[in-house]
């Protein structure tokens, strides 16, 4: 048993499960899950082979959480360390995405210019492999983001166009410059000499970009990951369509960010510098006057002798006015806080206290914090935009930072005055003593002293000097790159050849499944012996299998066929429906047409007569004669012209090919069929066929359309009605229930017709009509099937026919 003749049985049997009917329904279409992976594996080949590829380029930093300075134990180096605290991971991240340094990337890359070549699909960028490079006068004008094309020539000229509206068409010499109001640059070959001979002819263009939307493509594309939650190891990656520019930018990125940290780190120190050279200054003017003063003094009068005591006075005074000018110094340091405080726009590090030789610890301690303070708003500033509410909290701290400052500087003003005042006055006291000296010798001793004075500042200021420039040097960088960006670790994320593949394979298998599988859900016509048990109570008498022969006397011409078998399945079905004596009249009609109706009356009129039965074949469809085609026999005579009483009863019986199987054509469509067949003559005809035959078998109109059929029921014994699978809408059951209900078609039997696989959804009937119908009949169904039963309606299109065939509604 084929499968075909498997999927028949099964359709007509309720207590199979549904599943098997969608294996053989799935087997059956086979073909479809065919086409759909050749259309999905030749759509992915597309892809994979034309799709611009995009690779991912990684690296790996390191970020140290903890002071990276020296480890010296003076004083200076502590001060200047202690503000250098431990990284905020979170910063950095942001720090890394923000404007600035991913702007300074961009232009020491020298991104500004894009190379293409064009392709005959796609256009891939050529970085570092154009033969030409373009130089900007960027003195003038130069339009972004308009792609200007070079065919190259030679290795002395190519063509300049500029398409569009400026409508550009040159050929220009390479390092030739090209000027107008919206474009200056100039061409130049990068090696004449190597000019190959694959270059000419090949077009290529170039793109002049915005600095600002490249630098933003770049750090939104930049992703930045936390390898682990306890350590401190970033992951850099970033995507793009050219792996060796985008090497080259993770790269350059991770030098800057490192760079810029260490210049973060050395501004302290460059700040202690500048302040004390700016104090070096000041003293060194004062040294060398008082320097030559001692000299040309010693050189004018000879050696003079000091006394132990005077010598001893004279000491101390030295280190008096040093403890005076020490704290001179620290006034100026006080003032320069005083004046970064009062300053609105100063975001610098302070200065660490112990340049001056400070140690207050409260001191110390409000400083770190206020450039704690400054170093996080400036990491904000970097990573988002003015308006981020976390500056305005911020800021807030910082204002209450720098009045703590403030109260302590004015507190500390006050103590270094009154050491000052103390001090003034031991000067004073000493100066007294030291006046009873004769002349010449206090005029040495204060020159002297002045001299010892400022040279002892010096070499201070000297010493603090050489300990902030060591304290620079020791700077290292919190950050170090623990896996630099290679090409040969690049890797291609898009297109994902094998991922496609699989994706094919999957859509190629489920697209055709689910296609039947929704199809077959959302199919609201009858397709199997369930859907009409569901439906109606009628009987179902039986079932004709599908027509692959191409004739439509399949009973008659293939008599061993499983058609003519389901014919004669019928015919003993109906021997118990026609029980009674006098029962012999069989009308067979149907909803609509293009059911079958007409094959079917004349099959199972020719298998009753292949079984030695008298059996007459009446065609009573006055509207659209048929059955005279099918038996190629004369329809100038027939039933029409016998109502109207130009055609005798004897001259109405024509023979066949069968000797027990006769025909009664329509005869001419006559205007007014309806009215004809209430003529009293068809009971005549009726009464006097049912002496002279064994079985009169009447095709009809579709019943839903003309009302002709249900007038003949007054002549029937028994009344089949055709449905075909796959074809009749489940709403026609409900029509059949109402006229069986309203007793307007006795004794009604359903025969299903056209049961098949092949056609399940969508294909060639074995049999065709020219019926073509727009009939609403109040169940929710249109039809639509060609019509010379209303002459205003026209013949279907193409396109509609494809529909139908296709079963769409």
Same mark, same amino acid.
């Given at each position: 048993?084929?499968?075909?003749?498997?999927?028949?049985?099964?359709?007509?049997?309720?207590?199979?499960?549904?599943?098997?009917? #969608?294996?053989?329904?799935?087997?059956?279409?086979?073909? +479809?899950?065919?086409?759909?992976?050749?259309?999905? =594996?030749?759509v992915?080949?597309?892809?994979?082979?034309?799709?611009?590829?995009?690779?991912?380029?990684?690296?790996?930093?390191?970020?140290?959480?903890?002071?990276?300075?020296s480890?010296?134990?003076?004083?200076?180096?502590?001060?200047?360390?202690?503000?250098?605290?431990?990284?905020n991971?979170?910063?950095?991240?942001?720090?890394?995405? %923000?404007? @600035?340094?991913?702007?300074?990337?961009?232009?020491? &890359?020298?991104?500004?210019?894009?190379?293409f070549?064009?392709?005959?699909?796609?256009t891939?960028?050529?970085?570092?492999?154009c033969?030409?490079?373009?130089?900007?006068?960027?003195?003038?004008?130069?339009?972004?983001?308009?792609?200007?094309?070079?065919?190259?020539?030679?290795?002395?000229?190519?063509?300049?166009?500029?398409?569009?509206?400026?409508?550009?068409?040159?050929? *220009?010499?390479? !390092?030739?410059? =090209?000027?107008?109001?919206?474009?200056?640059? %100039?061409?130049?070959?990068?090696?004449? $000499?190597?000019?190959?001979?694959? =270059?000419?002819?090949?077009?290529?263009?170039?793109?002049?970009?915005?600095?600002?939307?490249?630098?933003?493509?770049?750090? #939104?594309?930049?992703?930045?990951?936390?390898s682990?939650?306890?350590?401190?190891?970033?992951?850099?990656?970033i995507?793009?369509?050219?792996?060796?520019?985008?090497?080259?930018y993770?790269?350059?990125?991770?030098?800057?960010?490192?760079?810029?940290?260490?210049?973060?780190?050395?501004?302290?120190?460059?700040?202690?510098?500048?302040?004390?050279?700016?104090?070096?200054?000041?003293?060194i @003017?004062?040294?060398?006057?008082?320097?030559?003063?001692?000299?040309?003094?010693?050189?004018?009068?000879?050696?003079?002798?000091?006394?132990?005591?005077?010598?001893?006075?004279?000491?101390? &005074?030295?280190?008096?006015?040093?403890?005076?000018?020490?704290?001179?110094?620290?006034?100026?340091?006080?003032?320069y806080?005083?004046?970064?405080?009062?300053?609105?726009?100063?975001?610098?590090?302070?200065?660490?206290? %112990?340049?001056?030789?400070i140690?207050?610890?409260?001191?110390?301690n409000l400083?770190?914090?206020?450039?704690?303070?400054?170093?996080?708003?400036?990491?904000?500033?970097?990573?988002?935009?003015?308006?981020?509410?976390?500056?305005?909290?911020?800021?807030?701290?910082?204002? @209450?930072?720098?009045?703590?400052?403030?109260?302590?500087?004015?507190?500390?003003?006050?103590?270094?005055?009154?050491?000052?005042?103390?001090?003034?006055?031991?000067?004073?006291?000493?100066?007294?003593?030291?006046?009873?000296?004769?002349?010449?010798?206090?005029?040495?001793?204060?020159?002297?002293?002045?001299?010892?004075?400022?040279?002892?500042?010096?070499? #201070?200021? /000297?010493?603090?000097?050489?300990?902030?420039?060591?304290?620079?040097?020791?700077?290292?960088?919190?950050?170090?790159?623990?896996?630099?960006?290679?090409?040969?670790?690049?890797? *291609?994320?898009?297109?994902?050849?094998?991922?496609?593949?699989?994706?094919?394979?999957?859509? !190629?298998?489920?697209?055709?499944?689910? &296609?039947? +599988?929704?199809?077959?859900?959302?199919?609201?016509?009858?397709?199997?012996?369930?859907?009409?048990e569901?439906?109606?109570?009628l009987?179902?008498?039986?079932a004709? $299998?599908?027509n692959?022969?191409?004739?439509?006397?399949?009973? /008659?011409?293939?008599?061993?066929?499983?058609?003519?078998?389901?014919?004669?399945?019928?015919?003993?079905?109906?021997?118990?429906?026609?029980?009674?004596?006098?029962?012999?009249?069989?009308?067979?009609?149907?909803?609509?047409?293009?059911?079958?109706?007409?094959?079917?009356?004349?099959?199972?009129?020719?298998?009753?007569?292949?079984?030695?039965?008298?059996?007459?074949?009446?065609?009573?469809?006055?509207?659209?004669?048929?059955?005279?085609?099918?038996?190629?026999?004369?329809?100038?005579?027939?039933?029409?012209?016998?109502?109207?009483?130009?055609?005798? =009863?004897?001259?109405?019986?024509?023979?066949?090919?069968?000797?027990n199987?006769?025909?009664?054509t329509?005869?001419?469509?006559?205007?007014?069929p309806?009215?004809?067949?209430?003529?009293?003559?068809?009971?005549?005809?009726?009464?006097?066929?049912?002496?002279?035959?064994?079985?009169?078998?009447?095709?009809?109109?579709?019943?839903?359309?003309?009302?002709?059929?249900?007038?003949?029921?007054?002549?029937?014994?028994?009344?089949?009605?055709?449905?075909?699978?796959?074809?009749?809408?489940?709403?026609?059951?409900?029509?059949?229930?109402?006229?069986?209900?309203?007793?307007? *078609?006795?004794?009604?039997?359903?025969l299903?017709?056209?049961?098949?696989i092949?056609?399940?959804?969508?294909?060639? #009937? !074995?049999?065709?009509y020219?019926?073509?119908?727009?009939?609403?009949?109040?169940?929710?169904?249109?039809?639509?099937?060609? %019509?010379?039963?209303?002459?205003?309606?026209?013949?279907?299109?193409?396109?509609?026919?494809?529909?139908?065939?296709?079963?769409?509604?």
């Amino acid at each position: 048993m084929d499968i075909e003749e498997q999927y028949q049985n099964l359709i007509l049997d309720s207590d199979r499960i549904d599943i098997k009917k #969608y294996i053989f329904l799935i087997l059956s279409k086979w073909y +479809l899950i065919v086409i759909s992976l050749f259309i999905a =594996f030749s759509v992915v080949y597309f892809i994979n082979r034309y799709t611009e590829p995009i690779y991912r380029v990684s690296s790996s930093i390191i970020v140290s959480d903890a002071d990276n300075t020296s480890s010296r134990g003076d004083d200076l180096i502590k001060g200047l360390s202690v503000i250098q605290k431990g990284k905020n991971i979170q910063n950095e991240i942001a720090i890394l995405h %923000s404007f @600035d340094l991913n702007r300074t990337v961009i232009q020491e &890359l020298d991104f500004r210019i894009s190379y293409f070549i064009i392709g005959r699909i796609r256009t891939p960028e050529q970085y570092g492999n154009c033969p030409f490079y373009v130089v900007l006068d960027t003195t003038k004008a130069n339009m972004e983001n308009y792609p200007i094309n070079i065919t190259l020539i030679d290795n002395k000229t190519y063509k300049l166009e500029i398409n569009d509206r400026f409508s550009i068409s040159e050929i *220009m010499k390479y !390092g030739e410059e =090209f000027s107008n109001d919206n474009f200056n640059f %100039s061409i130049y070959l990068k090696e004449p $000499g190597k000019f190959q001979e694959n =270059f000419a002819s090949k077009k290529y263009f170039f793109r002049i970009n915005n600095i600002t939307s490249l630098t933003n493509q770049y750090r #939104y594309k930049l992703s930045t990951v936390l390898s682990s939650e306890e350590g401190t190891i970033l992951n850099l990656s970033i995507k793009g369509y050219v792996p060796k520019k985008e090497v080259a930018y993770l790269n350059k990125l991770t030098e800057v960010y490192i760079r810029s940290g260490l210049e973060e780190k050395n501004k302290i120190a460059d700040n202690t510098v500048k302040f004390i050279d700016n104090q070096i200054a000041q003293i060194i @003017d004062s040294l060398q006057r008082t320097e030559n003063v001692l000299s040309k003094f010693k050189n004018t009068h000879n050696f003079i002798d000091i006394n132990k005591e005077s010598e001893a006075n004279f000491t101390k &005074l030295e280190k008096l006015e040093a403890n005076q000018t020490l704290l001179n110094l620290k006034l100026k340091y006080y003032n320069y806080l005083e004046n970064y405080i009062n300053s609105k726009n100063a975001e610098e590090d302070i200065i660490a206290p %112990s340049v001056m030789g400070i140690d207050d610890v409260m001191l110390r301690n409000l400083i770190v914090k206020l450039n704690e303070l400054i170093n996080k708003k400036n990491q904000i500033i970097h990573a988002s935009s003015e308006n981020n509410p976390q500056l305005t909290l911020i800021n807030l701290e910082i204002e @209450d930072a720098k009045n703590e400052l403030k109260e302590n500087i004015k507190s500390l003003i006050a103590a270094n005055q009154i050491s000052s005042v103390d001090v003034i006055r031991q000067i004073d006291t000493l100066n007294r003593e030291l006046k009873d000296l004769p002349a010449i010798k206090q005029k040495l001793l204060n020159i002297q002293r002045k001299f010892n004075l400022n040279d002892n500042i010096y070499t #201070y200021l /000297l010493e603090k000097r050489a300990e902030a420039g060591i304290a620079k040097a020791s700077n290292i960088p919190s950050v170090r790159v623990l896996d630099k960006a290679r090409l040969e670790n690049v890797g *291609m994320i898009s297109p994902n050849r094998s991922k496609n593949k699989t994706v094919a394979l999957l859509i !190629g298998l489920i697209a055709p499944l689910l &296609l039947i +599988l929704i199809i077959d859900f959302f199919n609201d016509r009858i397709l199997e012996k369930k859907d009409i048990e569901r439906n109606t109570k009628l009987p179902i008498i039986g079932a004709v $299998g599908h027509n692959t022969k191409q004739t439509e006397h399949v009973v /008659l011409e293939s008599p061993k066929s499983s058609i003519t078998e389901s014919f004669r399945t019928v015919r003993t079905n109906l021997k118990y429906l026609l029980v009674d004596k006098g029962s012999k009249v069989i009308t067979i009609t149907s909803t609509i047409s293009g059911e079958g109706k007409t094959f079917c009356a004349s099959n199972l009129a020719s298998v009753i007569a292949l079984s030695g039965k008298k059996t007459l074949l009446v065609g009573l469809d006055l509207r659209k004669p048929r059955i005279h085609k099918q038996f190629n026999v004369g329809n100038k005579e027939g039933l029409s012209t016998y109502l109207i009483g130009k055609t005798p =009863f004897e001259n109405l019986f024509q023979p066949t090919e069968n000797e027990n199987l006769f025909i009664t054509t329509s005869g001419p469509a006559p205007p007014n069929p309806a009215e004809l067949i209430e003529n009293e003559k068809l009971d005549v005809f009726f009464n006097q066929v049912r002496k002279d035959f064994d079985y009169i078998i009447i095709d009809t109109p579709p019943v839903a359309l003309v009302s002709d059929a249900l007038y003949l029921n007054q002549f029937s014994d028994t009344n089949l009605f055709v449905v075909r699978q796959n074809f009749s809408n489940k709403s026609v059951l409900g029509f059949m229930n109402e006229l069986a209900e309203n007793k307007k *078609m006795t004794n009604m039997n359903i025969l299903v017709n056209d049961v098949k696989i092949s056609s399940y959804y969508g294909g060639k #009937y !074995g049999y065709g009509y020219g019926y073509s119908y727009y009939y609403n009949y109040g169940y929710g169904y249109k039809y639509g099937y060609g %019509s010379d039963y209303y002459e205003d309606l026209e013949a279907d299109n193409l396109l509609t026919k494809i529909l139908k065939t296709l079963r769409f509604k």
